[in-house]
C-alpha cells in the first residue's frame, strides 16, 4: 500500500464541512421527503383485507428512503462535532439533526398508531404477502411496542419536547466536556489526550494525572449532575407516563434481548470473577504496589517494542484479518486507501472512538486518535470489525440494517480477538509475550469488571432517582459503592468522579449504554472458537450470522448460528472457559517475575 492519511476524507460524502452548501442542499431534500412521508402516512388508512398491500409498501418505501437520509446527516454531524469540538456549525447542525429526527419519530408514532389498529388475522396475512416477508420481524416488533405506549398526541408530545429536554442535556454535556483542558508537564491538554497517559507506564504520572482530572470532572460536578439528573429524569417520566414499571423494559427491547438472558450473563460471570482478582493481585505485584488503584489496573506492566506507525498498524491488521476472512481483510484494506479513518493525534479532537455509518453513501467512518500502541491497534481492529459488519449488510432493507448494540460489539470485538491474538504470537520473548498476554486480559477485565460496575451504578442511581435529584456527592457514593462490587473490593482506590467523566452516562441515543459491550465480548469469544475450529469455511458462516442481527432476537441469533440458548449458563460458561485460558497462561508466565 501506499503511505496513508490519518486524517478522513469528509469531503467525498459532503464538501465544505460544516460549512457545506452540498449539505445544506441535503438536509432541504430530507425536509421534502419528510413531507411526503407525513402525507402518506395522513392518508393511510388500515387495511381491513391482507390483499391491500399497495398504500402499505409505499410507505415502507419511503420510510426507508428518509430513514438512510437521517443516517447519512446524522453521521455527518457526528464527524464533525467529534474532529473539532470548537466548531460551532457542527453544535447547530446537530441541533438540527435532533429537530428533524424529533419530526421523523413523530411520523413514525403516527404511522405506530394505525397499524395497532390493523386486526390480528389481517396483520398475520399481510406479513406473509412479499413485499413484507422480508422485513416481517422489524414491522412486527414496531407493531408491538407500539401497544406498549401512549396515543399519538402524548408521544409526538415527547418526541418534541426530547429536543431541547433530552437531547438539549445530552448536548450540554459533551459542550462542557469539549472545553475543559487539563494542564499536565507544561501542556495544556483536552480530557481525551490527558485519558491517554492513564496508560503511562510511570506510575507517577498516572497518578498525577488521575488527581488532575479527578480535581477537573470536581469542579464541573455540578453542572454534570445537572445533566445526568434531567436526563434520568426525562427518562423516568416517560417510562412513567407509558406505565413501564421495569427500568431495563426500553434497554432490552433494544438489545432485542430478554432480561432472563441478562440475568443469566451477569450471574455467571459473578461466579467468575475470582480468577480475575487473583490476576489483579498479581499485577500489583509485577509493578511492585501492594495494592492496585483505578488507575493502575489498565497500567502497562512492562514495555513492548511492538509500536506500529499507522501505517504498520494497517498492515498488520490486514494480513490479520486476511487469515480468518480474506473478504474482511479487503474491505479493510479499502477502508485504508479511501481514508474512512481519522485517526490523527492532535488537539481539539472528542475524547474516545466510534465507528460510523454513511447508508446513503454505503460508507463508514472511524474516529480515534492513534498513537500506535498494541491497544490503539486492537481498537483500529475493534472500529473495523463494525465497519464491516455494516458493509455486508448493505445491500438489505434498510429496516433489516437496524441491529442492535450488543450484536454490533460482537463484529467489532471479534476483530479485535483477531488482531491481539496475533500480537501475542508475534512476540520476540517471554517478557513480551507477558506484557500483551496481559493487555488481553486486561479487556476481559474491563468488560467482567469495569462495565458490570456501570451497569451496577446505572441501576442504582436510577432507583434512587425516582425520588427525585441525586447530589453530586451521592452520585460518588453509588459510583464507589458499584467499582467495589465490580472489582470485588480488589482495588485500593477507586474513581469517585466516573460517572461524569464516561460520555456512555449522558448519550441520549440509548440508555444503559454498558451491559451490550460485555454480552458483545462473551458472544464474540465464542464465534472466534467456532473460526479457529470451521477454518476456511467459517468466512460465509460469519457473513450470514452479521447479515441476520437486524432481523431477530439475539436468542434466535444464536440458536440459529451458534445451536445455543442464550438464557442458560451453559453458553456463558463455555465463552468465559476461554477466556480463563489466557488469565492461566498470565499466571503461569508471570510466576518467575512476581515478587
Known amino acids: 500500500m501506499k503511505p496513508l492519511n490519518p486524517v478522513w476524507d469528509l469531503d467525498s460524502i459532503f464538501t465544505g464541512g460544516s460549512e457545506s452548501e452540498e449539505l445544506r442542499s441535503y438536509v432541504e431534500k430530507i425536509e421534502e421527503d419528510l413531507e411526503s412521508l407525513h402525507r402518506l402516512v395522513s392518508q393511510f388508512t388500515p387495511p381491513q383485507?391482507?390483499?391491500?398491500?399497495?398504500?402499505?409498501?409505499?410507505?415502507?418505501?419511503?420510510?426507508?428512503?428518509?430513514?438512510?437520509?437521517?443516517?447519512?446527516?446524522?453521521?455527518?454531524?457526528?464527524c464533525l462535532s467529534a474532529q473539532n469540538s470548537a466548531d460551532k456549525k457542527a453544535v447547530i447542525w446537530m441541533s438540527k439533526r435532533s429537530e428533524i429526527g424529533a419530526r421523523f419519530a413523530n411520523i413514525m408514532t403516527e404511522l405506530d398508531q394505525k397499524l395497532v389498529q390493523i386486526k390480528k388475522d389481517v396483520w398475520t396475512g399481510l406479513l406473509k404477502e412479499q413485499p413484507f416477508t422480508e422485513v416481517s420481524f422489524v414491522l412486527n416488533e414496531r407493531r408491538q411496542q407500539a401497544m406498549d405506549k401512549l396515543d399519538y398526541g402524548k408521544e409526538s408530545l415527547i418526541n418534541d419536547f426530547a429536543v431541547d429536554g433530552y437531547h438539549g442535556w445530552g448536548q450540554m454535556y459533551d459542550a462542557i466536556v469539549g472545553k475543559m483542558t487539563i494542564s499536565i508537564g507544561g501542556e495544556e491538554l483536552s480530557v481525551g489526550q490527558a485519558a491517554n497517559k492513564l496508560s503511562s507506564s510511570d506510575r507517577s504520572v498516572r497518578k498525577e494525572t488521575f488527581e488532575k482530572l479527578q480535581t477537573a470532572w470536581s469542579e464541573e460536578a455540578d453542572l454534570f449532575s445537572e445533566t445526568l439528573n434531567h436526563l434520568a429524569g426525562f427518562r423516568l417520566q416517560m417510562y412513567s407516563q407509558r406505565g413501564w414499571d421495569r427500568l431495563l423494559k426500553e434497554p432490552l427491547e433494544l438489545n432485542r434481548m430478554s432480561e432472563q438472558t441478562l440475568n443469566t450473563m451477569w450471574e455467571t460471570i459473578e461466579k467468575y470473577k475470582q480468577h480475575y482478582v487473583k490476576y489483579l493481585k498479581r499485577k500489583a505485584e509485577l509493578i511492585h504496589v501492594d495494592q492496585l488503584n483505578f488507575y493502575d489496573v489498565e497500567a502497562p506492566i512492562g514495555e513492548t517494542e511492538q509500536t506500529m506507525s499507522f501505517d504498520e498498524g494497517a498492515s498488520f491488521i490486514i494480513e490479520q484479518f486476511r487469515q480468518f476472512s480474506p473478504k474482511m481483510a479487503d474491505f479493510a484494506e479499502m477502508a485504508f486507501e479511501n481514508r474512512w479513518i481519522e485517526a490523527e493525534d492532535r488537539a481539539g479532537k472528542r475524547p474516545g472512538g466510534f465507528c460510523t455509518s454513511f447508508p446513503d453513501s454505503e460508507q463508514t467512518r472511524i474516529f480515534m486518535t492513534y498513537s500506535g500502541t498494541p491497544s490503539n491497534v486492537a481498537t483500529l481492529a475493534h472500529e473495523l470489525g463494525h465497519a464491516y459488519h455494516q458493509h455486508v449488510m448493505n445491500d438489505l432493507p434498510a429496516l433489516n440494517q437496524d441491529y442492535a448494540m450488543n450484536v454490533a460489539e460482537t463484529a467489532s470485538t471479534f476483530a479485535e480477538m483477531i488482531v491481539a491474538d496475533a500480537a501475542v504470537g508475534k512476540a520476540k520473548n517471554e517478557e513480551e509475550k507477558l506484557v500483551l498476554l496481559e493487555d488481553k486480559v486486561q479487556r476481559s477485565v474491563a468488560f467482567f469488571m469495569n462495565i458490570h460496575a456501570r451497569f451496577l451504578f446505572e441501576t442504582s442511581f436510577y432507583k434512587e432517582r425516582e425520588d427525585g435529584v441525586v447530589s453530586g456527592e451521592r452520585l460518588n457514593e453509588l459510583m464507589v459503592q458499584a467499582q467495589k462490587e465490580a472489582y470485588v473490593e480488589t482495588l485500593g482506590e477507586y474513581d469517585p468522579t466516573f460517572w461524569s467523566s464516561k460520555l456512555h452516562f449522558h448519550i441520549t441515543d440509548v440508555p444503559f449504554y454498558n451491559f451490550p459491550y460485555t454480552f458483545g465480548y462473551l458472544f464474540s469469544l465464542g464465534i472466534y472458537a467456532k473460526a479457529k475450529q470451521e477454518g476456511s469455511e467459517f468466512?460465509?458462516?460469519?457473513?450470514?450470522?452479521?447479515?441476520?442481527?437486524?432481523?431477530m432476537t439475539v436468542e434466535e441469533l444464536a440458536e440459529k448460528h451458534m445451536g445455543v440458548d442464550l438464557r442458560k449458563p451453559d453458553f456463558w460458561e463455555h465463552a468465559l472457559e476461554l477466556g480463563l485460558k489466557d488469565v492461566e497462561e498470565f499466571m503461569n508466565l508471570s510466576s518467575q517475575y512476581s515478587s
Open 49 to 78: 383485507h391482507s390483499e391491500q398491500v399497495d398504500a402499505l409498501q409505499e410507505l415502507i418505501d419511503s420510510i426507508q428512503n428518509v430513514s438512510k437520509e437521517l443516517g447519512e446527516f446524522g453521521a455527518f454531524v457526528s
Open 539 to 551: 468466512e460465509e458462516q460469519y457473513i450470514a450470522l452479521l447479515r441476520d442481527t437486524g432481523r
